[in-house]
């Protein structure tokens, strides 16, 4: 939660500002709202502190997603590599955009592997959606390689990983685009909200202009601008726009305070035998949201988890405590099931879900415990939190 921990004046402010002049929306209307450009005011800071060249807001992480893919020209019977751990919003991004999802492996970075994402691909990959999950990168090293070799458009779903780098550069700028959630629950928060990331100028005018009905922005005369392509509304209010602004201002703080409060339940967890780590390829590039550990069997995973909750301490293990974020929980995208027809309906789905064979994933998640890090945490609360943690643990190891 530690976007959220950290509201204060500076948040109310801006929004009252926003208020004050009574322009809620992003475009327009320049005399009225005095100079005021929330939104571009928090995409100035994004691209600031991501180093992208092009920043746009969008209205969730979700619509973010379906941004970067469709600025990234994916779209229709385009066949597309996904990862099965995710929040399943990447998913339903790719399916919504007309195109198929092609699941691969995960590892112990949690993300795709490289010997994954091999053992799909054919010529009729377009792309790869990859997730940095839980708040660090995935193995750019050993990916960017196939990316380049097979001709691949890489879209990076940065959903849960603003703050987290890859030696110096963000994720989300390795691909053609990429994207982050300012949702409730993230490192930096508007409430609700998303941004798309880019270095590639033909890409950013289309993430600007297909979250906006294909308006191009050019001009004072909003509604007489010529289009160029087609969208619909993603566009994010000046309200939320005013919050994310601040957020991103607070961002390296936040990062350092998880930093350390990770530090201080990792070497408690580090002493402790048969437990193991998420492998992250970059640690020093970890936004640090997440301390995620493995458990030596499922079996015993389960139990430590039956143990936390009756102690309480929160935490996730992705097989069974949560149906959102991993494929043995989604039946209703396995059977297809949506309101109308999609492009998978048409072109018909380029692997059988129902039978996919991820015994990796299915071993690295039923293992895997995820515990969220606090930022304003009080140095009491986080102390008896990692001793409590510990004599969980201890009981179900005994
Ligand atoms: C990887 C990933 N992608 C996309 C999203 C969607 O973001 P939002 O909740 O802002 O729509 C999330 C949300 O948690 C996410 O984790």
């Not at 590599?81 to 919504?96: D, G, Q, R, S, W």
């Not at 799909?120 to 990316?147: F, Q, Y």
Request: net charge negative; glycine share 10%.
């Amino acid at each position: 939660m530690a976007g959220a921990e950290f509201f204060g004046a500076e948040e109310r402010k801006e929004v009252n500002e926003v208020l004050d002049t009574g322009i809620l929306f992003r475009y327009g209307f320049d005399e009225a709202r005095k100079g005021m450009f929330k939104a571009k005011e928090l995409e100035a800071e994004a691209e600031k502190f991501t180093g992208a060249k092009f920043a746009h807001a969008v209205s969730s992480g979700s619509t973010a997603v379906t941004t970067s893919l469709a600025a990234a020209g994916i779209g229709l019977g385009d066949e597309v590599i996904v990862t099965p751990f995710t929040f399943v919003a990447t998913i339903e991004a790719v399916m919504l955009i007309g195109a198929l999802p092609v699941f691969a492996e995960i590892d112990e970075t949690l993300c795709l592997s490289s010997e994954g994402i091999k053992a799909v691909l054919t010529p009729k990959t377009k792309g790869i959606c990859l997730v940095h999950m839980c708040g660090a990168a995935a193995d750019m090293d050993a990916i960017m390689p196939l990316v380049k070799e097979h001709n691949l458009t890489l879209v990076e779903d940065a959903g849960q990983a603003l703050g987290a780098f890859h030696k110096g550069t963000s994720v989300g700028l390795f691909g053609k685009t990429g994207c982050f959630s300012f949702d409730f629950f993230k490192i930096t928060t508007a409430g609700e909200g998303g941004l798309c990331i880019t270095n590639d100028e033909t890409a950013y005018n289309h993430m600007a202009e297909y979250s906006d009905h294909g308006h191009t922005h050019q001009g004072s005369n909003r509604g007489m601008e010529p289009h160029h392509i087609m969208g619909t509304n993603f566009r994010l209010s000046e309200t939320n726009a005013a919050i994310g602004k601040v957020q991103m201002q607070r961002i390296e703080t936040i990062r350092t305070h998880n930093k350390k409060h990770k530090a201080i339940l990792k070497s408690a967890l580090a002493q402790m035998e048969g437990i193991t780590f998420r492998h992250m390829p970059d640690p020093e590039g970890d936004s640090a949201t997440f301390l995620n550990f493995f458990m030596p069997t499922a079996e015993l995973s389960q139990k430590v988890m039956a143990q936390f909750a009756e102690d309480g301490i929160a935490g996730f293990n992705y097989w069974y405590t949560n149906m959102y974020h991993f494929i043995n929980q989604w039946d209703h995208i396995k059977e297809l099931k949506s309101p109308n027809k999609l492009g998978i309906h048409h072109f018909g789905a380029p692997q059988d879900y129902k039978a996919l064979k991820l015994p990796k994933s299915n071993e690295v998640v039923g293992r895997l415990i995820s515990l969220g890090v606090k930022a304003n945490w009080p140095a009491e609360e986080l102390e008896a939190f990692k001793n409590q943690m510990v004599a969980s643990i201890k009981k179900v190891l005994a």
